[in-house]
């Protein structure tokens, strides 16, 4: 597994904006996929965007779209989200996830090492 580490998480008001990284710190797979899932109290954790290692190709979950932007710098193997006009319910734990292979999955399930997570809190 790859040791994943989340930052940039925080208190924001509605309509803000705040960064999330994601560092790995072991060796990645040649191929994969890196993403951001979240889990807000109470509710499932959810796909929220994941980016090819090898393209440009991403995928967003459709209550992000238009707010969200993920890339990555591959050189220092880092992850980012930059999350604008931030909702309340955007309020969740952030969790960056990475998965072997260039399918751009939505399933919680296929990705195989997770980081800790990092809280983002949208005030009202």
């Known amino acids: 597994q790859v040791q994943l580490k989340e930052s940039g998480g925080g208190l924001v008001q509605a309509g803000g904006s705040l960064r999330l990284s994601c560092e790995a710190s072991?060796?990645?797979?040649?191929?994969?996929?890196i993403g951001w899932f979240r889990q807000a109290p109470g509710k499932e954790r959810e796909f929220v965007s994941a980016?090819?290692?090898?393209?440009?190709?991403?995928k967003y979950a459709d209550s992000v779209k238009g707010r969200f932007t993920i890339s990555r710098d591959n050189a220092r193997t880092t992850l980012y989200l930059q999350m604008n006009s931030l909702e309340p319910e955007d309020t969740a734990v952030y969790f960056c996830?990475?998965?072997?292979?260039?399918?751009?999955?939505?399933?919680?399930?296929?990705?195989?090492?997770w980081g800790q997570g990092t809280q983002v809190t949208v005030s009202s």
């Open positions: 072991t060796r990645t797979p040649n191929t994969y996929v």
């Open positions: 996830a990475l998965k072997r292979g260039v399918v751009l999955s939505t399933q919680t399930g296929a990705y195989e090492s």
């Open positions: 980016i090819k290692s090898i393209s440009d190709d991403t």
